[in-house]
C-alpha cells in the first residue's frame, strides 16, 4: 500500500508546482517528515532530490 502512496507522490512531484507539503496531504500522509522518511525508504531518496533529478533532466 506505501509503494502506492509513493509512485503518487512522485506523479505529483513530477508536474511541478506543489510543495512537498502538498504532495504528502494529497497522497494522504497527515506527517510531511514522516512522508519524507517513507518517501526516502522506498525510492532511495528524499523528495526534494528526486523533484531537483526529475526537474534538472526537462529544463
Do not use: W
Not at 13 to 19: H, N, P, T
Not at 34 to 58: A, E, L, N
Request: proline share 3%; glycine share 6%; aromatic share 12%.
Amino acid at each position: 500500500h506505501i509503494h502506492k502512496r509513493i509512485a503518487h507522490a512522485c506523479s505529483l512531484i513530477q508536474e511541478r508546482g506543489l510543495s512537498m507539503g502538498q504532495v504528502s496531504e494529497a497522497c494522504g500522509f497527515k506527517d510531511p517528515n514522516y512522508f519524507s522518511r517513507q518517501f526516502r525508504k522506498v525510492m532511495g531518496m528524499s523528495p526534494k532530490q528526486y523533484q531537483r533529478i526529475f526537474t534538472s533532466r526537462f529544463t
